[in-house]
């Protein structure tokens, strides 16, 4: 048993969970938002892509230490 | 069943060497990622020439005859320039376009050398690697960067400005002695975690766009072999382009909010001419 593959998958596989509902919460409430002014939806929908990009960051933080793990064998 | 193309097993996680000078130091390792001191010229410092130099070609092209009446790339150029300064100054207001060039540059080199990386022949030839690829170039931007902006924070601000990471005015806030004692503390804790946040900066915009890069390429590859038909991957072609762009504007857009956050003052604002203002603006309003 390879305890860097079996880290290799805890890393993606538990740093997936915060991203995930961290944009999902983020696209939620620029969608309310969007509806309630629909006038700002330009700069509510940048706004949003940069929150995205930038909450994804972590995530990709992790995927990060997944390759470099399995490529450790 | 068709045969599977091959799925490499090791992706290039960095460029490799095209011709190499000589070493510097000894080469050591640091959590896996292998920190050499040699000094060559790789193939990311290769495919980095060719961003380059298409990027000075369009832009010489451009403005080679500057007119009033602008021809069709000029007004392109134009318009994209034209668009980053509204968008910079819609972030930072006007003390914000003094750092422009620098978000500029940043964004046309990153967004470039993200979309070369789904260019076909690049990352599988030897002598062609997407720059952003590869953590060094990435690494090098973000440290000249955050030595970029800490300069100009202490141009800005003096010596003073290392009084918002050793932060010692909380033992002379009010109140009595074990308030003072308890905040002095808080306050000094608070501004060591801020300066070692301000040193995590440089890792995350690292790992954040190489990740996303390589990333991509991965996808790329297992996704084009898993679907065995040509052509069914242009989907995730687009997606790469986008995300290319959205993580090069976001490097370069984090870049600035840090310069605007290294200059701006911490102390209270006076509130009296903020009211004033308002109350001028609903005046006139009312007015009209």
Same mark, same amino acid.
């Given at each position: ?73 | ?6 799925? @490499? ?7 490799? @060497? ?271």
């Amino acid at each position: 048993m390879n305890l860097a593959w079996l880290g290799a998958g805890l890393a993606i596989g538990l740093g997936a969970i915060g991203p995930g509902i961290g944009i999902g919460i983020l696209t939620g409430l620029s969608s309310e938002a969007m509806g309630r002014n629909p006038d700002a939806s330009a700069t509510i929908r940048t706004n949003m892509i940069i929150g995205a990009a930038l909450a994804e960051g972590l995530g990709i933080l992790s995927f990060v230490l997944g390759i470099l793990l399995s490529g450790k064998v | 069943m068709p045969p599977y193309p091959d799925i @490499p097993k090791q992706f290039a996680l960095t460029g490799e @060497p095209i011709w190499t000078f000589g070493q510097a130091g000894r080469d050591f390792e640091v959590l896996g990622i292998p920190v050499k001191f040699d000094i060559s010229y790789t193939n990311a410092h290769f495919t980095m020439l060719l961003v380059t130099a298409i990027l000075l070609v369009v832009i010489l092209i451009a403005t080679r005859v500057l007119s009033d009446r602008p021809s069709r790339l000029q007004n392109v150029v134009e318009l994209l320039v034209e668009g980053l300064m509204d968008f910079v100054e819609s972030i930072g207001g006007k003390p914000a376009l003094k750092y422009f060039p620098l978000f500029g540059t940043l964004f046309l080199f990153l967004v470039f050398s993200n979309w070369l990386s789904i260019v076909p022949l690049v990352g599988q030839v030897q002598w062609l690697h997407a720059p952003t690829a590869d953590y060094h170039t990435n690494f090098g931007l973000a440290v000249v960067a955050f030595l970029l902006y800490q300069v100009e924070g202490f141009r800005k601000h003096g010596p003073r400005y290392l009084t918002r990471w050793f932060n010692f005015s909380g033992f002379s806030q009010p109140g009595g002695l074990v308030m003072k004692a308890f905040l002095g503390v808080v306050f000094i804790l608070v501004g060591l975690i801020e300066l070692f946040s301000e040193i995590f900066r440089m890792l995350t915009l690292t790992l954040r766009l190489w990740g996303n890069v390589l990333g991509g390429e991965i996808m790329l590859v297992v996704m084009s072999a898993l679907l065995v038909l040509p052509g069914l991957a242009e989907i995730f072609v687009g997606l790469e382009f986008f995300i290319g762009f959205v993580q090069g504007l976001i490097f370069a857009l984090l870049v600035l909010i840090y310069f605007i956050l290294a200059i701006e003052s911490h102390e209270e604002h006076p509130e009296g001419e903020q009211h004033a203002e308002t109350h001028v603006d609903l005046v006139h309003a009312q007015a009209a």
